[in-house]
């Protein structure tokens, strides 16, 4: 799933960071978690769309090799835009096993 978050932007939200009441704050219209799908008769809130760009690197040896870094972003967000400061963390769910 897709994290969402933001930095504070008042002396409040500020406090309750400092305080480690909070860890960060939700944007303001999609919460903390981009649901990409919904119940019958509403729409989900958009789709993750994940593209990559290659970065060469040199490893110790000198072999050059290409990584691939992802770029996520939010298409057809379905209740208007994203919040300028929010930020996009892609998280893996761990398996439930047993």
Known sequence: FLRLAR??????ERAAL????LLNFPDPVYG???QDLAV?????E???RVEYSEE???????TAVALRKPNYSV???GYGPLDPRTT?????TPPMIG
Do not use: F, W
């Open 40 to 44: 019958p008769g509403l729409k989900g």
């Open 75 to 77: 298409e057809n967000p």
């Open 56 to 62: 060469k690197v040199m490893l110790g040896d000198g």
């Open 18 to 21: 400092a305080d480690h009441k």
């Open 46 to 48: 958009g789709r993750v």
């Open 7 to 12: 930095d504070a932007s008042s002396a409040e």
């Open 32 to 34: 903390t978690q981009l």
């Open 88 to 92: 996009l963390s892609p998280r893996l």
